[in-house]
């Protein structure tokens, strides 16, 4: 069975500065892998995705993460951090095979000074 | 907004009491997911429906249940309700049954058992 472990439950950053937020996997073969972001009182949104190819990802809002498998980590970054990045990020793994059935970490709450 | 619509926003209701919650997808879509998000457990999978059939049970209760109808709307019915069946309840909704398909998340149903 899969597992998502995302090590930080809090995080603060400055507005302008860089983020990385941390996500550890547990899957036998080629994960599927994804972020989310949560604003108070809203349902997930995809940031962005991860199946196959470029280890690199681009998402939406200026975020992109990176798969590193010899490291079972798919960690997600952003250069400049704008107050309104401020919410709740999960990461979240699923089956390449068979049933597809998303796995969630605990989430990570991103915090924001001006 | 994802296109993705639930009712009620929140619903108080008492214990041993029976509840259903509803989710409209998007007009394209045929799959429908369905999550529970508690600050214990964090966010688990619940069930998934794919143009009207079950396709994958994750962590759901035997007093919960759901289905898709015809028109692609589903329903998650909750019974015998506990204390701890509070939570926000979200549905999700993707073009196919595949699992690298974007999920879109609807706003979810906040249910308070007192």
């Known amino acids: 069975a899969q597992s998502v472990t995302q090590p930080d439950i809090h995080i603060t950053v400055s507005e302008g500065a860089s983020l990385e937020l941390r996500c550890n996997y547990s899957?036998?073969?080629?994960?599927?892998l994804f972020w989310y972001v949560q604003s108070p009182g809203q349902g997930l949104q995809l940031l962005l995705k991860?199946?196959?190819?470029?280890?690199l990802v681009q998402g939406i809002k200026g975020f992109e993460a990176e798969f590193k498998r010899s490291q079972s980590s798919f960690n997600l970054r952003k250069p400049s951090v704008h107050w309104s990045d401020a919410a709740e990020y999960f990461c979240?793994?699923?089956?390449?095979?068979?049933?597809?059935?998303?796995?969630f970490g605990r989430g990570t709450s991103l915090i924001v000074h001006p | 907004d994802s296109g993705v619509t639930q009712t009620p926003k929140h619903l108080i209701t008492a214990t041993g009491q029976r509840v259903t919650l509803r989710c409209s997808p998007r007009?394209?879509?045929?799959?429908v997911y369905w999550y529970q998000q508690s600050l214990d457990q964090g966010l688990q999978f619940l069930i998934h429906?794919?143009?009207?059939?079950?396709?994958a049970k994750g962590n759901i209760l035997e007093r919960f249940s759901a289905q898709q109808f015809p028109d692609l709307h589903s329903e998650l019915n909750l019974s015998s309700l506990e204390l701890g069946d509070s939570a926000l309840y979200f549905c999700?909704?993707?073009?196919?049954?595949?699992?690298?398909?974007?999920?879109?998340f609807g706003p979810g149903t906040r249910l308070t058992v007192l």
């Open positions: 999700a909704s993707s073009l196919t049954d595949g699992g690298t398909d974007t999920q879109y």
């Open positions: 899957y036998g073969a080629t994960p599927y």
């Open positions: 991860y199946f196959s190819g470029d280890t």
């Open positions: 979240a793994v699923g089956a390449s095979g068979g049933s597809y059935i998303p796995t």
């Open positions: 007009s394209e879509d045929l799959s």
């Open positions: 429906y794919y143009n009207g059939e079950e396709r």
